[in-house]
C-alpha cells in the first residue's frame, strides 16, 4: 500500500447501530421543509415589492442571508451570498466585499476551486480551469471572468464531475460512493489499551475533478485488478470526506474484506510530505531511488495491486500462500509474543530477519532462528531485541535472498504489490525490474497473467486470450504483441 496503509493494519469489522443517527437527521430535514413551506407567502410577498431574494436553508448556512434587486436593478445588500455561494461584485472584478487584494484570488473563486479540486487562473477577461493530473496541470475549460461566468462554471463543473463519475463507473464496472453514504469506522489506537478503537463511519465525499482523473488513470494501468469476480459486488471507490485516523499517513488505501479502495482527503499534503521527507515517516509505496510514488494515479496502482492478490488467491484472510513466500523469500512464523502470524524475511546467511523499531527510532531488521530465537552478530541466542544483529533497511535489501523491486518489502503483500505496480506502470518501470530484479519480474508476470487469464479467459488451444504489453496496457494474445514483449525483454537482459 503506497504511501498508503501497511497490509497488516486491514480494518477489523465492526457492527454499528446508526437507527439514532438516523432519526435525527430525518427529523432535521423535516424541520426545514416545514420551515420553508410557512415562509414561501412572506418570501412572495417581499419579491413584489424589493426584487429577488434568496433564502439559504442548506445546513450550515447564516439564516436568510440574501441579495436583494430593487427595480431599478441596484442591489440593496450587495456582496452577500447567492445560491451558489458566490459572489457577483467579487467575481466581475470589484473585490471590495470579498476582502481580496489585487493579485489575490477573491473568495468565491476560492470556493469554487476547494469544491472541485481545480486551480482558476484569470487571463485577460477569462477565467481559465485547470485539474492536476499526474503531476501536471491539464486546462479543462474557460469561462468570462464574471460572476456569471462562475456561476455557469459552477454548473459545468458538477456537470464533468457526474458525467465522470458514471464513465468510470460503466467501463471499469466499479460503484464510486456517493457524497454521504457511510464508509469505514474511523480509527484511534489506545495507547493504554494497546489496541484500535473505532468510531462512526466516515462519510464519503463528491470526488474532484482532478481526483477522477488520477483514478481513470490508476484503472486504465490496474486492470482487470478493479473487478472482484461478483458482479453484484463491484469495487467500491470512496473518496474520505475525513482522515481515517488523526496520524494515519495513507494517501489511498485497500480493504481487502470490504473490497473497497479509499482515498484520503489530505492525499495531496500526504504526498508532498513524503516527498519532501524522501518517503520517511510515510509507509510505502516506494520507488526505486527510495522515494514515495511520483501522483496519486501511481499510490492507486500499487492499491489496485493488492486487489490482485486477492483475485489470483495469493492472499486469503490476511495469510499469504506458501508458495508465493518461497518465490519472494519469506518465512511464516507464529509470533507468541504478538500472537499472531509475521513473516520474516530470508537472508544470504541463513537466517530470516524480523521488522521493528531500531536503536536510533528507525525501521531495523533483527536477526532470528527458524524458530524465532534473537541470534547475535556472533550467532549466540539472545532474549534480549537489543543485542540481536540488526539491518537498517537498505542493508536488509542487499542481504535478502530475493531482493525486492524497491525498499518498501515490509510485508510480502507489500512486496509483491510493489513488483506488479512496476510491472503495470509503463515500460521505464517494467525495464528497470526486468533487468534488476529477474526473478521478481518472473513471478509478477506470472500472477499477473493468471488474474487476467481468470477474467478474460483462454483460447481453447489452453493459450491465453489477452496479454498485458510493456506500456501497462492489455491487448490481443496475438503474434505481434508476443514480439513486442519479448523484443523489450531481451533488450534488457
Known amino acids: 500500500m503506497t504511501t498508503s496503509r501497511t497490509f497488516e493494519q486491514a480494518f477489523e469489522t465492526t457492527a454499528r447501530d446508526e437507527e439514532q443517527k438516523e432519526t435525527q437527521e430525518k427529523l432535521l430535514a423535516d424541520s426545514r421543509g416545514k420551515l420553508r413551506q410557512d415562509t414561501t407567502a412572506a418570501q412572495k410577498a417581499v419579491n413584489d415589492k424589493f426584487g429577488s431574494l434568496t433564502i439559504d436553508f442548506s445546513p450550515g448556512a447564516d439564516n436568510f442571508k440574501f441579495q436583494g434587486i430593487n427595480r431599478a436593478g441596484t442591489s440593496d445588500s450587495a456582496g452577500v451570498k447567492d445560491r451558489n455561494g458566490s459572489n457577483d461584485r467579487a467575481a466581475s472584478g470589484d473585490k471590495s466585499d470579498d476582502k481580496a487584494r489585487p493579485g489575490e484570488k477573491s473568495e468565491a473563486l476560492k470556493r469554487l476551486e476547494e469544491k472541485y479540486g481545480v486551480d482558476v487562473r484569470t487571463n485577460g477577461n477569462r477565467y481559465e480551469y485547470y485539474a492536476k493530473v499526474d503531476g501536471k496541470d491539464k486546462l479543462m475549460f474557460v469561462s468570462d471572468a464574471s460572476g456569471e461566468g462562475l456561476r455557469q462554471s459552477d454548473r459545468q463543473l458538477k456537470e464533468m464531475v457526474e458525467k465522470r463519475t458514471k464513465e468510470l463507473e460503466d467501463k471499469y464496472k466499479i460503484k464510486i460512493m456517493k457524497e454521504g453514504e457511510r464508509t469505514v469506522p474511523e480509527e484511534r489506537f489506545d495507547e493504554k489499551a494497546n489496541r484500535m478503537r473505532f468510531g462512526d463511519k466516515i462519510p464519503a465525499r463528491s470526488p474532484k475533478l482532478g481526483e477522477l482523473e488520477e483514478l481513470a488513470k490508476a484503472l486504465e494501468k490496474s486492470q482487470p485488478s478493479n473487478l472482484t469476480g461478483d458482479p453484484k459486488n463491484p469495487m467500491k471507490v470512496a473518496f474520505l470526506s475525513k482522515p481515517l ?20 482527503p489530505n492525499h495531496e499534503k500526504i504526498l508532498s510530505e513524503a516527498h519532501r ?217
Open 245 to 264: 485516523s488523526k496520524d494515519d499517513p495513507a494517501a489511498a488505501f485497500f480493504d481487502p474484506h470490504r473490497r473497497m479502495m479509499m482515498i484520503s
Open 277 to 493: 521527507h524522501n518517503g520517511k515517516g510515510c509507509c510505502g509505496g516506494k520507488s526505486e531511488d527510495g522515494g514515495p510514488r511520483k501522483s496519486l494515479s501511481e499510490v492507486l496502482v500499487h492499491e489496485f495491486a493488492h486487489n490482485a492478490q486477492s483475485n489470483t488467491g495469493v492472499e486469503k484472510n490476511g495469510h499469504m500462500s506458501a508458495k508465493l513466500m518461497d518465490e519472494l523469500g519469506y518465512a511464516e512464523r507464529y509470533d507468541k509474543e504478538q500472537r499472531r502470524t509475521v513473516y520474516d524475511a530470508k537472508a544470504k546467511d541463513g537466517y530470516q530477519y524480523s521488522i521493528g523499531p531500531g536503536k536510533d527510532g528507525e525501521k531495523a531488521w533483527f536477526r532470528r532462528d527458524k524458530d524465532g530465537n534473537y541470534i547475535t552478530s556472533n550467532g549466540e541466542k539472545t532474549s534480549d531485541p537489543r543485542k540481536a544483529q540488526q539491518l537498517n533497511n537498505e542493508e536488509m535489501r542487499e542481504k535478502m535472498l530475493v531482493k525486492p523491486t524497491t525498499p518498501y518489502f515490509d510485508h510480502p503483500a507489500e512486496t509483491m504489490a510493489e513488483a506488479l505496480t512496476d510491472l503495470r506502470l509503463g515500460e521505464e518501470s517494467r525495464g528497470r525490474i526486468a533487468r534488476n530484479n529477474p526473478s521478481i519480474y518472473e513471478v509478477a508476470k506470472k500472477y499477473d497473467q493468471q488474474e487476467i487469464d481468470k477474467f478474460y479467459g483462454k483460447k481453447s488451444d489452453g493459450s491465453s486470450k489477452f496479454v498485458r504489453l510493456p506500456d501497462g496496457r492489455i491487448a490481443e494474445n496475438s503474434a505481434a504483441s508476443r514480439k513486442k514483449i519479448a523484443d523489450f525483454e531481451n533488450a534488457r537482459r
